[in-house]
Every structure is written in C-alpha cells, then in structure tokens.
C-alpha cells in the first residue's frame, strides 16, 4: 500500500532533486523515498551502550525531559 502525501521544499532542495534526478534517472518520488529509508530506518540508528543516571525533582517536567527519561512516562 502506499499513501500519497504534500511536502513544501525549498527552491535549492527542488532543484538538487531535478538535479540528481537527471543524473540518475530517477523520479524525484523515488529519491526521495530513498532518502527516507536511509535516513529513519530503525535498523541503521545508531545506539550507544552505557548508563544514565540522574536526580531532580519537577513539578511539571518539559515535554522534552519526559520524552527522554523512559521512566517518567
């Protein structure tokens, strides 16, 4: 299945497309989901070992903390 969806570029990301596009012979679609897959594929994320530890108290934690402590959800 697939799902059509409306992006707004940049005038210089459009024709760095048209550009490689050409070169390639590519659709400009495909690039672009090409460069998806590479960019967000679980798989190629990098992860690190080790600990985090950390102490403190909030009252209403940012939205960003919260995200990052698994702990906190």
Do not use: N
Not at 8 to 24: G, K
Not at 33 to 60: I, K
């Amino acid at each position: 299945m697939s799902r059509d969806i409306h992006v707004h570029i940049a005038d210089r990301q459009y024709e760095f497309l048209r550009a490689e596009s050409a070169v390639t012979g590519l659709p400009m679609a495909e690039l672009v989901r090409r460069a998806l897959d590479e960019t967000y594929a679980p798989e190629a994320r990098t992860r690190l070992g080790g600990w985090q530890w950390s102490v403190g108290w909030w009252r209403r934690p940012d939205a960003a903390v919260v995200g990052r402590r698994a702990g906190l959800r």
